[in-house]
Nanobody, 119 residues
Framework: QVQLVESGGGLVQPGGSLRLSCAAS????????MGWYRQTPGKRRELVAT???????AYADAVKGRATVSGDNAKNTVYLQMNSLKPDDTAVYYC?????????????WGQGTQVTVSA
């Protein structure tokens, strides 16, 4: 079982920056992919950015050029740096992890952290 704990959300002014962190435990588990999704009321959860264990990244069009996802394999930790924040970035941000075993792939989710972009 993988536990994901997020930190770094909060209130940010438009144009500001934030950094989200997510630590997966236990750290000895090998995770194929980690990343971030976000969700606003009444909408489906959507991809923000992901990174694989070998460093391949993917970004939603809405955040390209403003977001950077990075990871630390030794710590099973993923980070999301977002700059030039807009009110449309307001959402609950969920940490995501994908782990493969002999049984196949399993998705794991954090509890979510609120990010509010407002003056």
């Amino acid at each position: 079982q993988v536990q994901l704990v997020e930190s770094g959300g909060g209130l940010v002014q438009p144009g500001g920056s934030l950094r989200l962190s997510c630590a997966a435990s236990p750290t000895y588990l090998s995770l194929h992919t980690m990343g971030w999704y976000r969700q606003t009321p009444g909408k489906r959860r959507e991809l923000v950015a992901t990174i694989t264990r070998i460093g391949n990244t993917a970004y939603a069009d809405a955040v390209k050029g403003r977001a950077t996802v990075s990871g630390d394999n030794a710590k099973n930790t993923v980070y999301l740096q977002m700059n030039s924040l807009k009110p449309d970035d307001t959402a609950v941000y969920y940490c995501y992890a994908l782990r493969y075993t002999d049984s196949g792939g399993t998705d794991y989710w954090g509890q979510g952290t609120q990010v509010t972009v407002s003056a």
